[in-house]
């Protein structure tokens, strides 16, 4: 990083940080009330689990609900969102979808003569590169003439093994090297040529090149006449040839709806603050659309291969830019882009095309202003240098010292297969963001009582060691007191994973078993992984209890292709989380990418301060007369479920897991634990023996190990008469069960 990029991200915190002593900085924790949730109104789904009504709203409310300040009652907006089209619910697909579809390329022929026909490879004339294997090949034959489609003229631009004329003709071996980084080495004996020109020197407008060449028999090897454009005459467009957005759907279901709620002053605070300037971040809830078009529905992608871009990107990254001065200061230039395949690419042919400087991936300070300097750094050149470590002014101070283009929000999802998925994330992110330490891990409680103690007694001095030697990633995370099982190199991902098994902690943490502990972070960053696909890792994450994750909204969907820096930038995200920064402005100082098809999952109010964490030593406290008991049975057996409800304590935060062991007359013994920590476990005993007997206990346990357990239940199992076999349904409830 170089010192001007340090001076001005110290110039925008000098003022707020002046005479504060690093721990983070004063206003680095939103408000609540500095949160909007937006929640699909036109969902139609209430599944199994849930509370009656709507999934979308529900999961909305909670959030409120759970976020609401107990002092001063401040709590998140929320927004239910419908669409605005007769009979259409584009909120109810996964993309919005869009009539419009011709703007991919974001321009628009002006010049004379036809069209192009494909506009999305359109040739550039002042790029024209051909490439012609050895094979026998009889060089001095080799011609090139350019022809002007507009007035018929023609031109002779190489013959006998040189130019003709004033237009240069640049002669080199193969291109080297992939995507946009080849080079053009010397011509070598056996190793082919590359011809390369700018025909626009020979005609204005649109031209037709011709090259013709014959192996040393006399035969024609190649005769070939290639289609070019003169990138003056396009110009940049919004709507692209039918004058209809591409982006029309989204803007009118999407966008413009959360401008009015932002900008309406209705809703802005008592002083005329209004909520545009107030919110920080937003949240996408279970039910909303995970894409929509990029801006102007103009594609992009991260390298030179078509199949790389797309279209859809993710609906949180427009919403992160929605006051993006997109169309007033973002004018982009028309350029030349090389594309690999595309057509006449057997020929040897090397499609530039012309298009615009929107297609190239949005990455870094140009876009992201907000990123920190380092972010990523490791891939620039193989660079071994670890990161600079220093205090960042609040998220609200810095968009304050930022030019009105770069007007961003923090926007995240939380979502999951089901409503209960969702919830969990919210109760693990409180959970954590009150107790997350490095004891939360059996591992580490086990090697503490080992050395007769119950808590690391240095941690303040383990973070100071952190920021002296200047520790990133897994080794921050070891010298912190953390277990590291990483399965993504360095970076100290997965984080906080339990542990298989009895809970000995003596295997091997592994998420996909165990699941992970509140405030555990994981994520894939493979082609595949995206919200559109059923198979994707993102929804094993969720259902295993992640409480920060990433994935691609759409995949293999007309989305950008994932990249290894598409998500967060693990290094930066856990050192500034770790020391009072929200998620949600730790993920816009951990990632590179805007308007593309990143979701990143996770509460934004996540705040695990590792300053003010603690240990929690509280047993659970679970109410008798939440505790309920369900019997049913099938045509041989009977199964017992058992819920409950923890009552919610915002001061003390809490999520158990519950184990129900019960044995019969016969000693037998029926055992079942819930798999994750909830705020409302459920299990289910099978194959229980009708006309029988049981003893029961009930126990709860929390991630810090702390039990409680419940009086002995006694219930007994009915025979199971023919009558009875009829109506396997038949279910019996138990409620009010006594605690210790």
Same mark, same amino acid.
């Given at each position: 990083m170089n010192l001007l990029t340090y001076t001005i991200f110290w110039c925008m915190s000098f003022f707020f940080l002046a005479n504060t002593a690093w721990g983070g900085v004063p206003g680095d924790k939103a408000s609540p009330a500095q949160v909007l949730v937006i929640y699909n109104a036109d969902w139609d789904k209430?599944?199994?689990?849930?509370?009656?009504?709507?999934?979308s709203r529900e999961v909305a409310d909670y959030y409120a609900q759970m976020h609401t300040d107990p002092l001063t009652g401040k709590k998140p907006h929320l927004l239910g969102l419908s669409c605005v089209h007769w009979q259409k619910k584009h909120l109810n697909e996964w993309k919005i979808n869009e009539d419009s579809q011709d703007n991919k390329n974001g321009l628009i022929y002006k010049g004379k003569g036809s069209t192009p026909e494909d506009p999305n490879w359109v040739r550039d004339s002042r790029s024209v590169e051909?490439?012609?294997?050895?094979?026998?090949?009889?060089?001095?034959?080799?011609?090139?003439?350019c022809r002007s489609d507009i007035t018929g003229e023609e031109q002779v631009l190489y013959r006998h093994g040189k130019r003709v004329g004033d237009v240069s003709v640049q002669v080199s071996g193969p291109p080297r090297g992939r995507y946009w980084n080849r080079s053009f080495p010397l011509v070598e004996p056996g190793?082919?040529?590359?011809?390369?020109?700018?025909?626009?020197?020979?005609?204005?407008?649109?031209?037709?090149?011709?090259?013709?060449?014959?192996?040393?028999?006399?035969?024609?090897?190649?005769?070939?006449? +290639?289609?070019?454009?003169? @990138?003056?005459?396009?110009?940049?467009?919004?709507?692209?040839?039918?004058?209809?957005?591409?982006?029309?759907?989204?803007?009118?279901?999407?966008?413009?709806?959360?401008?009015?709620?932002?900008?309406?002053?209705?809703?802005?605070?008592?002083?005329?603050?209004?909520?545009?300037?107030?919110?920080?971040?937003?949240?996408?809830?279970?039910?909303?659309?995970?894409?929509?078009?990029?801006?102007?529905?103009?594609?992009?992608?991260?390298?030179?291969?078509?199949?790389?871009?797309?279209?859809?990107?993710?609906?949180?990254?427009?919403?992160?830019?929605?006051?993006?001065?997109?169309?007033?200061?973002?004018?982009?230039p028309i350029i030349s882009m090389y594309m690999s395949g595309g057509p006449d690419y057997k020929d040897g042919v090397a499609n530039h095309i012309i298009t615009t400087g929107l297609r190239m991936q949005l990455t870094g300070r140009r876009w992201n202003p907000y990123i920190h300097p380092d972010t990523y750094s490791f891939l620039h050149n193989n660079n071994k240098t670890p990161p600079s470590f220093f205090p960042?002014?609040?998220?609200?101070?810095? @968009?304050?010292?930022?030019?009105? !283009?770069?007007?961003?929000?923090?926007?995240?999802?939380?979502?999951?297969?089901?409503?209960?998925?969702?919830?969990?994330?919210?109760?693990?992110?409180?959970?954590?963001?009150?107790?997350?330490?490095?004891?939360?891990?059996?591992?580490?409680? !086990? @090697?503490?009582?080992?050395?007769?103690s119950g808590a690391l007694q240095d941690l303040p001095a383990r973070m100071a060691k952190v920021e002296k030697e200047n520790l990133w990633g897994k080794k921050e995370l070891e010298t912190l007191g953390f277990v590291v099982y990483s399965e993504t190199g360095g970076d100290g991902l997965p984080f906080l994973v339990q542990s298989t098994g009895d809970g000995s902690c003596l295997v091997e943490p592994k998420w996909s078993e165990a699941g992970f502990y509140p405030g555990g972070m994981g994520r894939r960053v493979i082609s595949g992984n995206g919200w559109n696909s059923k198979k994707a890792e993102i929804w094993q994450y969720l259902e295993r209890g992640v409480s920060v994750s990433a994935c691609g909204a759409p995949v293999f969907g007309g989305g950008p292709h994932i990249t290894n820096a598409t998500f967060w930038d693990n290094r930066i995200l856990m050192r500034y989380l770790f020391r009072g920064k929200d998620l949600g402005e730790a993920f816009l100082l951990s990632t590179m990418y805007v308007n593309w098809s990143?979701? +990143?999952?996770?509460?934004?109010?996540?705040?695990?301060?590792?300053?003010?964490?603690?240990?929690?030593?509280k047993p659970p406290v679970v109410s008798p007369s939440a505790i309920i008991m369900e019997m049913s049975h099938d045509m041989?057996?009977?199964?017992?479920?058992?819920?409950?409800? +923890?009552?919610?304590?915002?001061?003390n935060p809490?999520?158990?897991?519950?184990?129900? @062991?019960?044995?019969?007359?016969?000693?037998?013994?029926?055992?079942?634990?819930?798999?994750?920590?909830?705020?409302?476990?459920?299990?289910?005993?099978?194959?229980?023996?009708?006309?029988?007997?049981?003893?029961?206990?009930?126990?709860?346990?929390?991630?810090?190990?702390?039990?409680?357990?419940?009086?002995?239940?006694?219930?007994?199992?009915?025979?199971?008469?023919?009558?009875?076999?009829?109506?396997?349904?038949?279910?019996?409830?138990?409620?009010d069960i006594e605690l210790n």
């Amino acid at each position: 990083m170089n010192l001007l990029t340090y001076t001005i991200f110290w110039c925008m915190s000098f003022f707020f940080l002046a005479n504060t002593a690093w721990g983070g900085v004063p206003g680095d924790k939103a408000s609540p009330a500095q949160v909007l949730v937006i929640y699909n109104a036109d969902w139609d789904k209430d599944g199994a689990g849930s509370e009656p009504g709507q999934d979308s709203r529900e999961v909305a409310d909670y959030y409120a609900q759970m976020h609401t300040d107990p002092l001063t009652g401040k709590k998140p907006h929320l927004l239910g969102l419908s669409c605005v089209h007769w009979q259409k619910k584009h909120l109810n697909e996964w993309k919005i979808n869009e009539d419009s579809q011709d703007n991919k390329n974001g321009l628009i022929y002006k010049g004379k003569g036809s069209t192009p026909e494909d506009p999305n490879w359109v040739r550039d004339s002042r790029s024209v590169e051909i490439t012609i294997p050895e094979n026998n090949t009889d060089w001095d034959s080799l011609v090139i003439r350019c022809r002007s489609d507009i007035t018929g003229e023609e031109q002779v631009l190489y013959r006998h093994g040189k130019r003709v004329g004033d237009v240069s003709v640049q002669v080199s071996g193969p291109p080297r090297g992939r995507y946009w980084n080849r080079s053009f080495p010397l011509v070598e004996p056996g190793k082919g040529r590359c011809f390369r020109l700018d025909a626009s020197m020979a005609f204005s407008g649109p031209v037709t090149v011709f090259l013709a060449v014959k192996d040393l028999e006399g035969n024609p090897l190649k005769d070939i006449n +290639l289609k070019y454009f003169d @990138r003056q005459d396009f110009e940049y467009t919004i709507t692209g040839p039918d004058g209809k957005s591409d982006e029309k759907n989204l803007n009118e279901d999407v966008l413009l709806p959360v401008k009015k709620y932002l900008e309406d002053p209705a809703n802005a605070l008592p002083d005329g603050t209004l909520l545009k300037n107030h919110i920080l971040y937003v949240v996408l809830v279970h039910g909303m659309p995970y894409s929509g078009n990029s801006v102007f529905g103009i594609e992009h992608g991260a390298t030179p291969n078509p199949a790389d871009h797309g279209v859809s990107g993710s609906l949180e990254q427009r919403l992160q830019t929605l006051y993006y001065g997109w169309d007033t200061h973002f004018q982009p230039p028309i350029i030349s882009m090389y594309m690999s395949g595309g057509p006449d690419y057997k020929d040897g042919v090397a499609n530039h095309i012309i298009t615009t400087g929107l297609r190239m991936q949005l990455t870094g300070r140009r876009w992201n202003p907000y990123i920190h300097p380092d972010t990523y750094s490791f891939l620039h050149n193989n660079n071994k240098t670890p990161p600079s470590f220093f205090p960042v002014a609040p998220l609200q101070e810095r @968009r304050k010292n930022l030019p009105p !283009q770069y007007f961003a929000y923090g926007v995240t999802r939380i979502d999951g297969s089901d409503a209960e998925e969702a919830r969990q994330i919210i109760d693990y992110s409180l959970y954590a963001t009150r107790y997350l330490r490095p004891e939360m891990d059996c591992n580490v409680r !086990q @090697r503490l009582r080992g050395e007769g103690s119950g808590a690391l007694q240095d941690l303040p001095a383990r973070m100071a060691k952190v920021e002296k030697e200047n520790l990133w990633g897994k080794k921050e995370l070891e010298t912190l007191g953390f277990v590291v099982y990483s399965e993504t190199g360095g970076d100290g991902l997965p984080f906080l994973v339990q542990s298989t098994g009895d809970g000995s902690c003596l295997v091997e943490p592994k998420w996909s078993e165990a699941g992970f502990y509140p405030g555990g972070m994981g994520r894939r960053v493979i082609s595949g992984n995206g919200w559109n696909s059923k198979k994707a890792e993102i929804w094993q994450y969720l259902e295993r209890g992640v409480s920060v994750s990433a994935c691609g909204a759409p995949v293999f969907g007309g989305g950008p292709h994932i990249t290894n820096a598409t998500f967060w930038d693990n290094r930066i995200l856990m050192r500034y989380l770790f020391r009072g920064k929200d998620l949600g402005e730790a993920f816009l100082l951990s990632t590179m990418y805007v308007n593309w098809s990143t979701s +990143l999952i996770g509460d934004p109010l996540l705040n695990p301060d590792l300053n003010k964490t603690v240990i929690d030593r509280k047993p659970p406290v679970v109410s008798p007369s939440a505790i309920i008991m369900e019997m049913s049975h099938d045509m041989e057996k009977y199964q017992a479920s058992f819920r409950t409800s +923890l009552d919610y304590d915002p001061e003390n935060p809490e999520v158990v897991r519950m184990v129900v @062991r019960c044995e019969d007359r016969e000693k037998h013994v029926f055992q079942a634990s819930s798999s994750l920590y909830s705020r409302r476990p459920e299990i289910r005993l099978a194959e229980l023996p009708p006309g029988n007997s049981f003893n029961c206990e009930i126990s709860f346990d929390d991630p810090y190990g702390n039990i409680s357990e419940v009086v002995p239940l006694v219930f007994q199992t009915k025979k199971i008469t023919w009558a009875g076999k009829l109506w396997k349904g038949t279910v019996d409830v138990i409620k009010d069960i006594e605690l210790n």
